[in-house]
């Protein structure tokens, strides 16, 4: 039976840290998808011996890191404007 695209996620993230962008590639669904995704997978692990860790989404140019959902992908930092935000990173911890 093979395993399902959530599943195939959680799996990546029991083993490393990855961005959108990364588990995008390698399970092979859409970059948009993701972020639905790792929301079921945290919903998934609540409850149990393991947690989803986010490190939040982060401005390059002034630093900004108080998003208010840190599984989301923002186009522009809210403090300085600036289009340089980096992805969240997602662990299965």
């Not at 599943?7 to 639905?36: F, K, M, P, Q, W």
């Not at 900004?64 to 935000?85: A, K, L, Q």
Request: net charge negative.
């Amino acid at each position: 039976m093979e395993s399902t695209t959530r599943e195939r996620i959680a799996d990546l993230l029991r083993s490393e840290a990855a961005t959108a962008s990364s588990l995008s590639s390698r399970v092979g669904t859409a970059r948009s998808a993701v972020y639905n995704h790792v929301r079921h997978v945290a919903r998934s692990v609540d409850g149990t011996d393991e947690k989803l860790l986010v490190s939040p989404p982060t401005c390059r140019d002034c630093g900004f890191d108080g998003f208010d959902d840190p599984i989301n992908d923002p186009s522009t930092c809210p403090e300085c404007r600036s289009e340089n935000v980096a992805e969240p990173a997602f662990r299965i911890d």
